[in-house]
């Protein structure tokens, strides 16, 4: 009676009312109206409670277990749908008082007789289920919690694989990622020569703090995971090397690539000027004199003043020995290779002046050498192609020390504004001389230290994707994005104090916590006991060595498959405890809200 009672959400009296009147219409039956059966059901569901109250309230308790269950299986629940779904507690006990408020609003409805008394039952049954629907999944939680440091020490020795694949769960859960984001983080390392990225790296926070404790604690896996990450750590300088030589398209040092186009540039301009020599006829070298002339203004000074012993000033002594070695005032120089000569030792000046910075001296002199290169130009049709070519080659040569220059110093914006000017010839030059300090620092920077934290900045965030190779920037920012995480994750598991794995060292080689026997000799009772108690935390949270060396194991993974399969079920075993307490807070919540409804 108890069972049919619960089951029927306190409609059932009402129902099979309306069935026995249904068949008292029948011809040859008594008639019994809908309200007399209403009232007679409802005595004997009175009488057979005071009969035997323990058997009807077990009744009820079967029907509130099979009602919840089915409820729960049917995903009718909100509650278990937002465990299953892993829902924060919070929102799971959200979705449980929705399902109380449901169920205690329809019970407490049914439960009534008239209109009045069933709007009143079914606020007061909405009420309560709101209230029990909420609280049962933070009771169920908490009375897991209690019960767990003694189950667990017990059960984690003997399933060991059960409790690692709990914790796994648990930090995947944490981590805020799906085991598909974890293995395509592996998938995508080992794509970008990066193999040695492993689970607790692309787990984040969530797996560095696991690792640590792996790492912090006595365990077979220990040291492994620490010789791992030490060898990896040793060879990020190689990898970053390797990273930017690819994106730079920069095999070669920048020295090696001025020697290579230095000599290209030599090898052409042989070939060229050897044909613009052959094809040559004399040279006017009267439009060059006549540039000359407007700075010397030869003779105004010796008719003004015939006894003048002012000196040249470098500027006019520097034009002066141009002049000289192109005319005598007689006669010119007409001879195309000597006037080449000439323009030869021009272009020495000028480097002598600009690396002396007489920047005024060079401009004057310039001046001369592009008229006289328009000269040489004009007696040889061959020669424009081959003074260009060579132009083009030097400017190329000059990338290379333009690039080494913006990866030291400038600002971001002029950096690309002269990448882009550039043709592409020049742009991969420029290319070499931009990866060669940054190849250097990484190639001299100390053995332990983070070499991808000087190539991740706000400059170099702006500059890589336009200056590396084409397409290649974004392969590049994800490789030092990547080192970085796993630098963290190493200084996560190993950095910091060394007080703890001092600690775990002494409890690994003794029978005894050394801090225990401390605090005992001292007299501190109350310290002894935390301390002792603490170094049984572990044991109480289902960690003890056998199932961290399985966490270690797994969170140190770099093979997608490997690592796909032990998350899964790491992620399998949090969904099937979240669906236990799920179903088991449904049930509560159904007892409690339709209990509660009823009174």
Known sequence: MGAADMAGMGFGDEAAAGLVSAIEKLPGRSGTTYDQALKDIRGDQQQAYDDNPKSYIAGMGAAGVAGGAAMAKSGLSFGVRAAEAGAPLLRIAAGGAADGSILGGITGFGSGEGLEDRAKKGLLGTAVGTVTGGVTPLAVSGAANLVKPVVAPIMARLRPDTYANAALGEGLKRSGSTVDDITQALIDARADNQPVFTVADAMGQSGQRLLSTVV????????????????????????????????????????????????????????????????AGPVDISPTLARIDETLTPGVHSIARPNNQIANDSIEG??????????????????????????????????????????????????????????????????????????????RIEAVGAGKTAATRGRAPDTIDVYNAMTPEEQAAFRVGYANPLIEQAQSAAV?????????????????????????????????????????TRNAATGGSRTADNLADAADMSQFDPSVMARLMKGDAWGTITA????????????????????????????????????????????????????????????????????
Not at 453 to 462: C, E
Request: aromatic share 4%; no cysteine.
């Open 216 to 279: 912090r604690n006595p365990n077979e896996a220990r040291q492994p995971v620490v010789e791992a990450l030490n060898a990896r750590q040793a060879g990020q300088g190689r990898r970053i090397v390797n990273s930017l030589t690819e994106a730079f398209d920069a095999p070669d040092t920048a020295a090696q690539r001025v020697d290579t186009l230095t000599g290209y540039r030599g090898a052409a301009a042989n070939a060229a000027y050897a044909e613009a020599r052959r094809n």
């Open 318 to 395: 520097s034009l002066s020995r141009v002049r000289s070695m192109l005319s005598d005032g007689r006669s010119n120089l007409t001879d195309f290779n000597g006037v080449h000569r000439v323009k030869f030792e021009l272009d020495d000046m000028i480097q002598k002046a600009t690396n002396q910075g007489a920047g005024n001296r060079a401009h004057y002199l310039t001046q001369v050498k592009n008229v006289l290169d328009d000269a040489l130009a004009d007696a040889s049709p061959p020669y424009a192609a081959a003074r260009d070519a060579y132009a083009a080659a030097s400017r």
């Open 448 to 488: 332990g230290v983070d070499k991808s934290r000087p190539l991740i900045s706000d400059a170099t965030g702006m500059e890589f994707p336009i200056v590396t190779a084409p397409d290649r920037g974004p392969r590049l920012w994800n490789q030092l994005g990547r080192e970085k995480t796993m630098f963290e």
């Open 532 to 599: 002792a108690l603490a170094k049984t935390l572990n044991e109480a949270k289902g960690l003890p060595p056998s199932v961290l060396s399985k966490v270690g194991e797994a969170l140190m993974q770099t093979d997608p498959g490997m690592a796909r399969q032990a998350l899964t079920a790491g992620a399998e075993s949090q969904s099937a405890k979240a669906g236990r307490r799920a179903v088991v807070s449904s049930i509560l919540n159904n007892l409690g809200s339709s209990t509660a409804a009823r009174r």
